[in-house]
């Protein structure tokens, strides 16, 4: 038997590859008989409502195994023109038909379940899990096909994905386009953006559904949430796109709350991980718009184009009608500046790139409407308070003090406008609104300096110390204004804008409006004739000084009921300063001849005038004041006895009033009898050198000496006592 074996082993092993090859015939046979008893299986399965992804893949792919065989076997057939083969491609055509409807209807339930990501990760992550596990297998099998030579057999399932997640999105914000056309067509007194917020902020939720639930079901390397969000950031960017177009149709309070959805967009966007790129839209911090227009939204003039609808009989009303309404016209620089941005967003295909650059345009456009409108809101009130300022009579608080109401309405304003925007956006709106305010308060600092010399020729005291408390009060109200401004901006904007320095402003200007009280008062023509009494007849006896002091205390007990006790001090300092310059201007134009009664008068001027103020003064200040020290410098030069001495003494009075003539050396070289030519030529080069270097190319110390000055030998209608 073994060599009977051994002699037919080339028959038995073509009779073994015959039986091998038969049952594989056999078994194909028995597939391609099954495809229609198969097919109707996976029907049944894919009309499953609970069907598992992954069993139903199994079932199309051996019905589409089958049927690939029984086609390709067809096909062989039909090449060499077989009538059999033709006769079975017309028997197997229901089931081949039969196959790639159950194909079909495979991957239609396939991308139905993985193109609503959020309720299928909610509420279904299993499934989804084993949707994304067929689309991989799908993969695999294509890159094992692509490596047969095969790749037009490739499904692409994972493109394929994205495809259909990006439709299943634009279609997301089709709704969204359709509730704001909606709401352009209803009348602008009913008008308002929330319903497309809303839609905006469901969409919103949908991603973040999308970020917790369903991106984890998919495999890390398809970045499945990057894509999403990113498709996501595009379709804002077109709505806000569209919104910009229209800005001009919304009210104020519609645009802030877009600005709203814009800064809270993009904090969610950052804390689920999402690139600055995909998070912001652009830069809309207006840049490009202000260079190419060549002014900044904060500091242009307003707009002539702007009613007065907010301003009704010259009162200042509240901004909730302004913000509600936004009832100012859009000013011809605000649409050029939407065009302008438009224009730089396009209107590209690509959801992305044309997305992004057209939400960039779109909160630009929004932001340059607001704040044109804002600006121009802005200065028409300022305007309406300067004018009540200037009108309106001082009126007394309980304590006395004097106050305007007008800067308080000013600060009110303001400080809403900051709150409502900061509880929007803490970017670049809260920074240009930041610009406006520091911009409204120089002008408004300008608009009383140049009050004051009115007030001061005038002689309005009143008014004057009412421009000190005004302004002193303004400084706390601008350092409370800095600090919520200052606390609003974001870290980035830190420094752009010089709040401190308007804060300072307005102390300048309290300081000016004190300087301007003490010279108003010394301008008053009573006080005036008192200082031009002195070094007269009734000087000598001390009527005179007596009577400017009484004259002075009345003005301080009025000064101290209506001033800040802050600047009550200053303006005394500033008094005292006056006091001791007018009495220096009344001894160059009554200059007595100088004796020693005359001394002592001066001694006592000096001393009454620090007894005056001693009361209200502490000590150290009036060692440092001015006006004592050039009454008693004047007085100690008046008493020197030699050449030296005299020098010296000007040389202090230098220190005190560096523009003090050296006609007050020659006045008092005149009045002094025991002082001969010569030396009093030389204490006059001495003290023309000493302005000099004080005052280098002042020539107003060019007088003549007093050798060529008649010597006075009388005391003229001076009498003494």
């Known amino acids: 038997e073994c060599s009977d074996l051994i002699e037919h082993h080339d028959l038995i092993s073509q009779l073994t590859s015959a039986v091998h090859h038969l049952g594989v015939v056999i078994d194909e046979a028995q597939n391609v008989q099954a495809i229609p008893s198969r097919a109707s299986e996976a029907q049944m399965i894919l009309a499953d409502p609970e069907m598992d992804m992954l069993e139903g893949y199994g079932c199309v792919l051996e019905l589409e195994a089958a049927s690939s065989f029984a086609r390709a076997v067809l096909d062989s057939q039909s090449r060499t023109g077989s009538v059999q083969a033709t006769r079975f491609e017309y028997t197997f055509a229901p089931y081949f038909d039969q196959v790639a409807e159950t194909s079909r209807r495979f991957e239609e339930l396939l991308w139905s379940r993985v193109a609503n990501l959020e309720e299928e990760g909610k509420c279904n992550p299993v499934g989804l899990v084993a949707a994304a ?98 498709r996501y950031h595009g379709g804002f960017g077109q709505v806000l796109g569209q919104v910009g177009r229209v800005a001009n149709e919304f009210s104020n309070e519609d645009i802030l709350q877009v600005m709203g959805w814009v800064r809270s967009y993009r904090e969610l966007m950052l804390n689920l991980g999402a690139d600055e790129e995909d998070s912001t839209f652009g830069d809309p911090s207006g840049v490009e718009g202000r260079e190419e227009r060549g002014e900044g939204a904060g500091t242009g003039a307003p707009s002539s184009s702007g009613g007065v609808t907010d301003l009704e009989e010259g009162e200042v009303k509240s901004l909730d009608s302004f913000l509600r309404r936004g009832s100012l016209p859009p000013s011809g620089h605000a649409e050029a500046s939407a065009g302008v941005a438009l224009h730089k967003g396009g209107d590209s295909s690509s959801r992305r790139g044309g997305g992004t650059g057209s939400g960039a345009a779109g909160v630009r456009a929004m932001m340059q409407v607001y704040l044109d409108r804002v600006v121009e809101q802005l200065h028409m009130w300022h305007r309406n308070i300067v004018q009540c300022e200037a009108t309106e009579e001082p009126t007394p608080d309980p304590e006395g003090r004097l106050y305007t109401p007008g800067a308080v309405d000013l600060f009110r304003i303001l400080n809403e406008q900051v709150s409502i925007i900061s509880g929007f956006t803490r970017g670049d709106m809260v920074l240009q609104i930041a610009q406006v305010v520091v911009k409204l308060a120089e002008n408004f600092q300008q608009e009383q300096q140049s009050s004051l010399t009115r007030l001061q020729g005038a002689g309005d005291i009143e008014r004057l110390v009412t421009c000190i408390n005004n302004n002193a009060r303004n400084y706390n109200m601008c350092l409370d204004l800095a600090e919520t401004i200052e606390s609003t901006l974001e870290e980035g904007h830190s420094g752009e804008v010089d709040i401190d320095g308007a ?33 007269g007849g009734d000087w000598l006896n001390g009527r005179v000084t007596a009577v400017l002091v009484a004259t002075l205390t009345d003005y301080m007990q009025d000064l101290q009921t209506w001033s800040d006790p802050s600047f009550f001090r200053r303006v005394l300092e500033a008094m005292l300063d006056q006091t001791g310059n007018s009495w220096v201007a009344a001894l160059l134009l009554n200059t007595p001849v100088i004796d020693p009664d005359v001394l002592q008068r001066m001694e006592d001027d000096g001393t009454c005038v620090r007894e005056l103020f001693q009361d209200h003064l502490p000590s150290t200040r009036l060692m440092k004041s001015q006006g004592l020290q050039v009454i008693d410098a004047v007085v100690e030069m008046a008493k020197s006895d030699s050449v030296d001495s005299f020098v010296i003494n000007y040389r202090l009075v230098l220190e005190v009033q560096s523009e003090c003539s050296p006609i007050l050396v020659e006045k008092l070289l005149t009045a002094r009898e025991d002082i001969t030519n010569r030396d009093g030529a030389e204490v006059m080069v001495q003290c023309r050198e000493a302005f000099q270097e004080k005052n280098p190319g002042n020539q107003k110390g060019g007088l003549k000496t007093p050798g060529t000055t008649k010597r006075r030998r009388r005391w003229g209608s001076m009498t003494i006592s």
Not at 137 to 144: P, S
Not at 195 to 200: D, H, T
Not at 514 to 532: K, N, Q, W
């Open 133 to 230: 596990k067929v689309i991989e297998l799908q993969e695999r099998r294509d890159l094992q096909m692509e490596g047969r030579g095969h790749p037009g057999r490739c499904k692409q399932w994972k493109e394929r994905l994205f495809q259909e997640v990006f439709a299943a999105i634009d279609a997301k914000f089709s709704k969204v386009h359709s509730q704001l056309q909606e709401t352009l067509e209803e009348s602008s007194d009913t008008r308002t953006i929330l319903g497309v917020l809303e839609c905006a902020d469901d969409l919103m939720s949908g991603l973040t559904d999308i970020y917790d639930y369903a991106a984890p079901c998919f495999p890390p390397h398809y970045g499945l949430f990057q894509r999403v969000q990113s």
């Open 503 to 535: 804060c300072r402003g307005f102390l300048g200007v309290a300081k000016a409006a004190v300087m301007a009280t003490a010279l108003s008062i010394f301008e008053d023509p009573g006080l005036r004739d008192v200082m031009d009494s002195f070094f």
